[in-house]
C-alpha cells in the first residue's frame, strides 16, 4: 500500500517535469496533455479518494484524446491554442463541482457488464476507454505516432482495477512524455530532419575509438545549382537508396560519408553503390534524371576533419 501511495507522488515529479521540457522544447501536445493531468489531481484536495476518481475515470479519456487528436500550433503561447486552455480551464471548473454532487455517482454510470480480466471503477468510463483507444490507434497509423496511446493507457491503468483505486491518482503517461521528449532531442543532436540519418555530432562519436576504417564521401555536383526544395527531394531520395547498403552511413554538409571497417569490403559495397548510382533516376516532380556524383575513398590517416578535407580536394 506503501508503494501504490508514493506513485501519486511520482506522478506528480514527472508531470512538472514533463510539463517543463514540453515548453522548454515547444512540444505544445505534451505540454497542454500534462497540464491536464495536473488539473486531474484537484479534486483529491477536496472530495473523497472515490467521487475524484469516478471524475477523473470519466474525463480524463475526453479530455486525453481532445488535447491529443485537435490541431495544435507548434507555438505554445499563440491565439490558436486558445481552445486548448478552455478545455482544461472548464474541467478545472468541473473538477470543484462534480465530485461533491451527491447525485454524481458510480450506481448511475454502472450498466452490470461482465468485464472479463478487468474490474473498472464504473463501466461508462470502461466503455469511453475503449472507445477513445480505437480513436488514439487510428491517429497514431495516420500519424505514426504511438506514444500517445501508449501515454493513454499510461494516465487510464489505475482505472481499470480494482486494488489500484484505494490510493490517490498516479498516472505513467507523464513518465512516457519525458521519455519521448528526451529521445526527440537526442534525434535533434544527432540525427538529420531530413533523411534521418545520423549527422556528423553522430558520426565523430562513432569515431571515438576508431583505430582503423576506411571513408567514403559520396558527393552530388547538382546540389551546387539546384533550387532548396529540388535539393531535399534528392537528398530524401538518395537517403532512401543508401539505407538498403550494409554500411554505417552518416550526412555532413549535403555530402553522404560512409564508414566500413576493412579495405575489401569497402572496396565490394562501393563498386556495388557506383554502379547502382549510375543505373538510377530520380524523379523530380514530373521530370527524371540520372544524378552526376563522385565517390572517392581513403583509409584512416589522420583525425576525422582532415580525412574529410583531403576527400574534399579530390572532387
Not at 13 to 29: M, P, S
Not at 240 to 266: G, P, S
Amino acid at each position: 500500500m506503501f508503494f501504490l501511495d508514493f506513485l501519486s507522488y511520482f506522478s506528480l515529479i514527472f508531470e512538472f517535469l514533463a510539463l517543463f521540457l514540453a515548453f522548454y522544447f515547444k512540444n505544445t501536445r505534451i505540454f497542454f496533455i500534462t497540464l491536464a493531468l495536473l488539473i486531474f489531481h484537484l479534486p483529491y484536495f477536496f472530495a473523497s479518494v472515490f467521487q475524484a476518481h469516478l471524475f477523473v475515470s470519466l474525463f480524463l479519456p475526453l479530455i486525453f484524446v481532445l488535447l491529443g487528436v485537435k490541431k495544435i500550433s507548434d507555438k505554445i503561447l499563440e491565439r490558436s491554442n486558445l481552445s486548448s486552455v478552455l478545455i482544461i480551464f472548464l474541467i478545472a471548473i468541473l473538477s470543484f463541482i462534480l465530485p461533491n454532487n451527491t447525485s454524481f455517482n458510480a450506481n448511475s454510470l454502472d450498466f452490470h457488464l461482465n468485464i472479463p480480466f478487468f474490474s473498472p471503477i464504473s463501466d461508462l468510463a470502461f466503455l469511453f476507454f475503449i472507445l477513445f483507444s480505437f480513436i488514439l490507434i487510428i491517429q497514431g497509423f495516420k500519424r505514426k505516432e504511438y506514444c500517445f496511446f501508449l501515454a493513454f493507457i499510461g494516465a487510464n491503468l489505475q482505472f481499470l482495477f480494482d486494488f489500484l483505486c484505494g490510493v490517490k491518482y498516479f498516472e505513467f503517461a507523464s513518465l512516457i512524455f519525458c521519455f519521448v521528449i528526451l529521445y526527440q532531442i537526442y534525434r535533434n543532436l544527432f540525427f538529420d530532419p531530413l533523411t534521418k540519418l545520423p549527422n556528423e555530432k553522430k558520426l565523430m562519436h562513432y569515431l571515438k575509438g576508431e583505430n582503423h576504417y576506411i571513408i567514403a564521401l559520396l558527393h552530388f555536383n547538382e546540389l551546387k545549382h539546384t533550387q532548396e526544395s529540388y535539393v531535399k527531394l534528392i537528398l530524401k531520395q538518395i537517403a532512401k537508396i543508401l539505407k538498403r547498403f550494409k554500411a554505417k552511413i552518416f550526412i555532413v554538409e549535403k555530402d553522404f560519408i560512409l564508414i566500413f571497417n576493412d579495405k575489401n569490403t569497402a572496396l565490394n559495397h562501393l563498386a556495388f553503390l557506383e554502379s547502382t548510382l549510375k543505373n538510377t533516376e530520380l524523379k523530380l516532380e514530373n521530370e527524371s534524371f540520372k544524378p552526376e556524383f563522385k565517390l572517392v575513398w581513403k583509409e584512416k590517416e589522420g583525425n576525422f576533419t582532415q580525412e574529410l578535407e583531403s576527400l574534399r580536394a579530390k572532387l
